[in-house]
């Protein structure tokens, strides 16, 4: 069973850090494109970054360039997410999701983790 957990979650102010990360398993983690999708509130669900299999090519929507670093672990099959200066825009709901490698569709979802930033 594919298994997608998120943590790392919670209330920061701008222009803070936090880092979320995703703890995966049921599949071959070091064999699979990731990506961290978010969903702000009353909104659609955003792509925010993906990572292929080794790390080796790491993407960013452009409102995260610069801000947010995605990177792995293979030998711990976890994903990460460091997020630094932190805006209100940045509150969502935040998903790690098994890429089919095009980083346009996802086959499996964690359950996410609430990001809040505010003062």
């Known amino acids: 069973e594919v298994q997608l957990v998120e943590s790392g979650g919670g209330l920061v102010q701008p222009g803070g850090s936090l880092r979320l990360s995703c703890a995966a398993s049921g599949f071959a983690f070091d064999e699979s494109a990731m990506s961290w999708v978010r969903q702000p509130p009353g909104r659609g669900l955003e792509w925010v970054s993906g990572i292929s299999w080794n790390a080796g090519s790491r993407y960013y929507a452009e409102s995260m360039k610069g801000r947010f670093t995605i990177s792995r672990d293979n030998a711990k099959n976890t994903l990460y997410l460091m997020m630094d200066s932190l805006r209100s825009e940045d509150t969502a709901v935040y998903y790690c999701?098994?890429?089919?490698?095009?980083?346009?569709?996802?086959?499996?979802w964690g359950q996410g983790t609430q990001v809040t930033v505010a003062s």
């Open positions: 999701a098994k890429d089919l490698g095009s980083y346009t569709a996802f086959d499996f």
